[in-house]
Antibody, heavy 117, light 110 residues
Framework: QVQLVQSGAEVEKTGASVRVSCKASGYTFSNYYIHWVRQAPGQGLEWMGIINCSGGSTSYGQKFQGRVTMTRDRSTSTVYMELSSLRSEDTAVYYCARGSWYRGDYWGQGTLVTVSS | QSALTQPRSVSGSPGQSVTISCTGT?????????VSWYQHHPGKAPKLMIY???KWPSGVPDRFSGSKSGNTASLTISGLQADDEADYYC??????????FGGGTKLTVL
């Protein structure tokens, strides 16, 4: 069965970087994209970007351009999302989701990232 | 890119039908048939309910249906059940390699 297992909760200082991982199993990794979506406390879902797990090409949401980097490791079927220059507004649950370019059909369990000074 | 506009909340009684609207622009919802809908129970992972405006992923009951007219997409849930109570988000391709979500709608089953 398709599974996306994300890394555990992180607490980071303002200005630092955080890297969240998303390990995929149960399907052919290179045949799909992985999206990253976040939800800040009391807020809605926000699309951050997408990576093609075959070629590694990426597209990032305008809000995150210059601060986010998505990479993949085909040998371990793992995708990474790194967000730099963290600020308090980046406190959120971060989700990875497998799918086509236009949708996420299976989602990870979410990773809470807390940014504090 | 601005978020798509959804009502903050809707409600209905068990067995009834409710419709959630999702209004975008001619650059996103109106331009592409790539609207999807997600159900999100707090503390759990979002679940894809509808994709490409009106298609069902495997395992999603046909009580959930999607449609689109102009710049507005809609999700209709018929035969409301207690477990349908959740937050619902629309999402559309917005061109220029971007996806945009709606602000979310809280569905209350009375």
């Amino acid at each position: 069965q398709v599974q996306l297992v994300q890394s555990g909760a992180e607490v980071e200082k303002t200005g630092a970087s955080v890297r969240v991982s998303c390990k995929a199993s149960g399907y052919t990794f290179s045949n799909y994209y992985i999206h990253w979506v976040r939800q800040a406390p009391g807020q809605g879902l926000e699309w951050m970007g997408i990576i093609n797990c075959s070629g590694g090409s990426t597209s990032y949401g305008q809000k995150f351009q210059g601060r986010v980097t998505m990479t993949r490791d085909r040998s371990t079927s793992t995708v990474y999302m790194e967000l730099s220059s963290l600020r308090s507004e980046d406190t959120a649950v971060y989700y990875c989701a497998r799918g086509s370019w236009y949708r996420g059909d299976y989602w990870g369990q979410g990773t809470l990232v807390t940014v504090s000074s | 890119q601005s978020a798509l506009t959804q009502p903050r909340s809707v409600s209905g009684s068990p067995g009834q039908s409710v419709t959630i609207s999702c209004t975008g622009t001619s650059s996103d919802v109106g331009a592409y048939n790539y609207v999807s809908w997600y159900q999100h129970h707090p503390g759990k992972a979002p679940k894809l309910m509808i994709y490409d405006v009106n298609k069902w992923p495997s395992g999603v009951p046909d009580r959930f249906s999607g449609s689109k007219s102009g710049n507005t997409a809609s999700l209709t849930i018929s035969g409301l059940q207690a477990d349908d109570e959740a937050d619902y988000y629309c999402c559309s391709y917005g061109g220029s390699n971007n996806l945009v979500f709606g602000g979310g709608t809280k569905l209350t089953v009375l």
